[in-house]
């Protein structure tokens, strides 16, 4: 106690802490962040609704004087006001705003309040106000009243979405369509289960797969609209929700700058609608650059929804479901308070236009010309009138009574009302007309009496007033849509170089000085498997140390369920040398496994790893003093099955093995599998992108002939990559194949047709089968098995005209032949003659072009014409 004060009593700081931060933090909940169920809105989004309303005359007002009106009802201040205003109107919904207001889209901030000017729309004027039935309180300086809630006959916090940061919690509510929610709404008025999913102004794409109704805990992803200008541009024209065009120009920058993707520049030409333009690195595969852009940059964006709502002052967590069955019930409740206090005015009219008839029209007037005192006449009119009237108070009527029935008693109000009804008025009554206006009033009375006896279809036909009224214009511009998942690894640019130390036990990005074994990228996972049998999966780094004595390393795809590895190794207790088959579809990154049974001295005696399934044949060489009878033989990995990383294996010797050769590479054992070339990039995929080539399988090969006049032999390695503008077919070879060529040889100024077959095997090497002047040129090339082809050329300055049939013309000859002439000098164009094709689903794997065309991959064996230069 205070030696001052003996009564005073003392509050420990952790007590006023404890009091006082409860209090803020109910305060900031309830009066700042979080929006209540009734209307919606936030205080402040209230209070300037209601400021607006009080100024409104169908004009518009500068932003600056609204701000200074809400300031009488709100108490922080006219920076908060302002930026609540701006977000309201660029809501497009309840504010109509002129000047500028900033875009959602750009990132731009508005105009200063003095320069921009506001009003409320029609459909704020028809579903937010009705002060019958708000409820009010004093304003914070007690001068004026303010709504506690707007009446709101709407979803509106659906509609707008919210976002707001209280203490200890906040709340994310997304916005909705428009239409979708009055449809719901009568849904929900009819007993139908209803779902929603966001909308919102800037379109795009959203996978609501794990909304979860907007409740804490969902999630939902977001991806701008990317389309494919042409094979080397990409544009944005639609965004993703809460992401600026600057803050998505930045975030694919950045992702450049780190090599994730490749691109030349970005260009912003935003105006009146989005636009941003990104420009490719020639070569770089649109679809794949589309896959990165999700996956590295702001393109996709995954937004957590929270729907937290003011009930009865304290807040809930809901699922927008249960927010919109509470809002059309409060719709529904205002509703039917709008039609009580009609139904009370209309009686009330009907009351005194009745008693006004009665007095007129049975001259009561006249009694009271012989009154002294007002009091007289008050009582004079008052019994003059029970003579034609039935009141709820008075005696009640008997059968053959003719007397009006009143809705209620007869006031001395009432009366002085009667008495102050002028003598014109009197001596013009007209009582056709004022039958007519008690009919009218009658009718109406019975109608609003209707709508409360019925009042859901009353409610349904106000949201269908809404729709009908307010919905044009208003449909879903964010397209429901599933994502696929995008595996990072797989559309990332290579921007690394793999290296590894075998004997010392180090891979990295870093290490240049060592053995350099492939290009990847700075997110990929690499698989390192030793001699000790072990191995594991790490990310890749700078310098990452996994274990010495190395045997493979490769980069590693999770799920690869092609990749087969076939692996001999020494068990360390039984001496047992064991064979297995296995794949590593899935690991925990940097854990090490055995491949063996794990005990001390095991260690491996043969590993290969083959990216097609593909078995193999090995010879085993024992050790010359073992007592085994046959000490030399052959096991045919296609004898065993494909298991787990962890399987045993089977026994192939009891005996030492001295050596283990490779005699014969093996079919795959997986079966064939589909392969496409990217018509831009120019690599190999199992994705459907591009231009089917066909099904491979082990030992199967891809023919490709280049615009250069030569051909070449390649494997399906999916790192391969190929020049799509300088080929003129790309498929699986077929060693019956006979390629036909129609090409010009410079140095004899003549042109020739040579049919030919593939003699080379040499993989991956350019053989040229026509003449290496460098003015010769290959018009034609094709893999049809009977191709007619037209061709033109000048004569005398004429252009002539011929059709000839390959196969018929010439024999088919070797590689090297120079072929049969055509025409001697240059040809002017050469267009291939189809035959008529059934039509198929299927395309036939690759396709043949000639010199000069435009490859459009979709089209298989596609020969358009070239139009050849003429001198």
């Not at 019975?446 to 007033?465: G, M, N, P, V």
């Not at 980069?555 to 990749?563: A, F, H, I, L, Y």
């Not at 296995?582 to 043969?606: M, N």
């Not at 296609?638 to 294996?649: C, E, N, P, V, W």
């Amino acid at each position: 106690m205070s030696p001052k004060n003996p009564e005073a009593q003392i509050t420990s700081l952790k007590g006023m802490y404890e009091d006082y931060f409860l209090d803020y933090a109910s305060y900031v909940i309830l009066e700042r962040a979080v929006p209540a169920i009734e209307d919606g809105l936030k205080p402040v989004q209230r209070r300037i609704l209601h400021s607006m309303r009080e100024m409104d005359d169908g004009r518009f007002h500068k932003v600056a004087n609204i701000i200074g009106h809400t300031m009488q009802y709100h108490p922080h201040g006219d920076a908060a006001i302002g930026d609540a205003l701006v977000n309201l109107g660029q809501k497009e919904l309840l504010i109509d705003t002129q000047g500028n207001w900033g875009d959602i889209r750009t990132g731009d901030s508005a105009a200063a309040p003095r320069y921009i000017e506001a009003r409320l729309t029609k459909f704020a004027l028809e579903v937010l106000f009705n002060p019958q039935t708000t409820e009010w309180q004093l304003s914070y300086d007690g001068r004026r009243k303010e709504p506690i809630n707007l009446p709101v006959k709407f979803p509106l916090v659906l509609a707008q979405g919210v976002e707001g940061i209280a203490v200890g919690l906040s709340t994310k509510i997304l916005p909705h369509n428009f239409i979708e929610l009055i449809k719901a709404s009568i849904d929900v008025l009819k007993g139908k289960k209803v779902i929603l999913y966001p909308d919102f102004q800037t379109g795009g794409k959203i996978d609501v797969e794990q909304y979860g109704g907007g409740k804490r805990g969902g999630k939902v992803r977001v991806r701008a609209n990317i389309e494919i200008q042409d094979k080397k541009n990409l544009v944005i024209r639609e965004l993703p929700y809460g992401v600026t065009t600057s803050q998505l120009i930045d975030s694919i920058l950045k992702a450049n700058d780190k090599g994730k993707i490749k691109i030349k520049k970005v260009i912003d030409n935003t105006a009146m609608d989005v636009e941003v333009l990104i420009e490719l690195v020639p070569g770089t595969s649109p679809d794949v650059t589309i896959g990165a852009l999700y996956a590295f940059t702001d393109c996709e964006v995954s937004i957590s929804p929270n729907a937290c709502v003011i009930i009865d002052n304290k807040p809930h967590f809901l699922t927008v479901e249960e927010i919109l069955r509470i809002s059309t019930e409060n719709t529904k409740e205002l509703l039917r308070q709008e039609l009580e206090i009609k139904k009370g005015e209309l009686e009330e009219k009907w009351h005194l236009a009745s008693l006004e008839k009665i007095f007129i029209e049975n001259r009561i007037y006249r009694e009271i010309e012989e009154c002294e005192s007002f009091e007289e006449v008050i009582e004079t009119i008052d019994e003059e009138l029970k003579k034609y009237i039935v009141t709820p108070t008075s005696m009640k009527a008997k059968p053959n009574d003719d007397r009006l029935r009143l809705v209620r008693d007869v006031t001395e109000e009432d009366i002085i009302r009667l008495t102050e009804i002028k003598i014109k008025r009197i001596s013009k009554y007209n009582t056709f007309k004022a039958d007519e206006l008690i009919r009218q009033i009658v009718e109406d009375l019975e109608q609003t009496i209707h709508h409360l006896a019925h009042l859901t279809e009353y409610a349904i036909d106000y949201f269908k007033r809404l729709l009908e009224k307010y919905g044009t214009g208003r449909e879903r511009k964010t397209e429901i849509t599933s994502f696929d998942s995008i595996q990072a690894t797989q559309v990332i640019a290579n921007n690394a170089k793999l290296y590894v130390n075998r004997k010392e036990g180090f891979i990295g990005f870093g290490m240049k000085n060592d053995e350099f074994v492939t290009d990847c990228s700075d997110i990929d996972d690499i698989i390192v498997i030793r001699k000790d049998g072990k191995f594991q999966v790490s990310r890749i780094a700078d310098k990452v140390f996994v274990g010495k004595d190395v045997l493979h390393v490769a980069v590693w795809q999770k799920g690869d369920d092609r990749t087969t590895y076939n692996l001999v190794y020494l068990d360390g207790k039984s001496g047992r040398a064991m064979v297995k088959r296995f794949q590593v579809t899935a690991i925990t990154r940097d854990k090490e496994y055995d491949l063996s049974k794990g005990t001390p001295g095991s260690k491996v005696l043969y590993l290969t790893a083959n990216p097609n399934g593909e078995s193999e044949l090995i010879n085993v060489q024992l050790s010359p003093g073992c007592k085994a009878k046959i000490k030399n033989f052959e096991f045919d990995f296609a004898d065993l099955d494909i298991k787990g990383r962890s399987s045993q294996g089977n026994i192939l010797t009891k005996y030492p093995i001295r050596k283990i050769t490779q005699t014969e590479v093996g079919k795959s054992t997986l079966g064939a599998q589909k392969l496409w070339m990217d018509e831009v990039s120019g690599n190999l995929n199992k994705d459907a992108r591009g231009l089917y080539l066909g099904d491979f399988d082990t030992g199967d090969q891809i023919l490709v002939i280049t615009r250069d006049g030569s051909y070449q032999l390649t494997d399906f390695e999916l790192t391969n990559r190929y020049v799509p503008k300088d080929i003129l077919h790309i498929g699986k070879y077929d060693a019956d194949d006979v390629i036909s060529a129609v090409y010009y040889d410079a140095e004899k100024d003549t042109t020739f047709v040579k049919r030919f077959q593939i003699e080379t095997s040499t993989l991956n090497q350019k053989f040229q089968f026509i003449p290496e002047h460098r003015s010769s040129q290959l018009y034609f090339a094709t893999n049809d098995p009977e191709p007619t082809v037209v061709f033109t050329y000048k004569e005398k300055n004429k252009k002539m005209q011929e059709t000839v049939v390959l196969h018929d013309f010439i024999d088919v000859k070797g590689w090297k032949a120079q072929g049969n002439k055509l025409l001697g000098g240059k040809l002017v164009e050469v267009k291939a003659v189809e035959g008529e094709e059934e039509d198929s689903d299927e395309s036939e794997p690759g396709t043949s072009l000639k010199t000069g065309d435009t490859i459009e991959f979709d089209v298989p064996h596609q020969k358009t014409i070239f139009d050849l230069d003429e001198d």
